[in-house]
């Protein structure tokens, strides 16, 4: 199998750094991005040649642009394309404020717009290529005091799968990776956290005795190396796919929920369909 080139934002830790590892060790090149480009000296040290480091904010577009076009230079194409920087943003609905939530789509959705953007015209050119999108059980699911980073992740599983239809015909192939929960830092020194209403201290408890009863083990980041190969070296890779072991049993509950609810209220549904002259 012939080696493929990766472009990954977010590289410096979390799936990022372990996707990068994957690539490296079976031979791949990577483009690997963070804001800090010093957070991934330790790849460039092991791997030399094969990593392109850059410094990168996802959030701005000219600069993603520029980043993409110098990867492409570089390495004379781009196979892989892997949108993974991103965080988790904590707070209530009401809690958050006008920054709070303009960061947490700026980077989650829009960082990951801009990229898609910037790539698909030398995919479209090269008539092949696979974008990665870095989604979450939260991308289908939604609990409390996370809504803002619902609203990012909601947001883009549905452009992706938008894009997936719109670039198919190109030979170009889009995946939308849900981990469940991982022994990662998404919740820890990356998270950022909004000021508490004492109002919701009730709703709060009850939302932490909840994610409680039904955390399982965290999943290993270790795991997913060959799980993220054996999704790219796909002949035919899934639009959708869980990592972990949980997400599953979530997303059937909740679609469950859903369908019953739609079936219950059909007669209304239908009621306002009207009658057509």
Sequence with gaps: ???????????????GHEWALAALDRGDKVVATARNVHALEGLTAKYGESVLALPLDVTNRTAVFDAVRVAHDHFGRLDVVVNNAGYGQFGMVEEINEQEAREQIETNLFGALWVTQAVLPYLREQ???HILQVSSIGGISAFANVGMYHASKWALEGISQSLALEVADFGIKVTIIEPGGYA????????KHAELLPA??????????????????????????????RVVDAETPPLRIFFGNGPLATATADYESRLATWREWEPVSVAAHGHAD
């Design 1 to 15: 199998m012939a080696s493929k080139i990766w472009f990954i934002t977010g590289t410096s830790r979390g799936f």
């Design 127 to 129: 008539a092949s290529g």
């Design 184 to 191: 990662t830092d998404w919740g820890g020194s990356s998270a």
């Design 200 to 229: 919701y201290d009730a709703v709060r408890e009850r939302s932490a005795r909840l994610r409680s009863q039904r955390q399982t083990v965290s999943g290993d980041p270790l795991a997913t190396r060959e799980a993220v190969l």
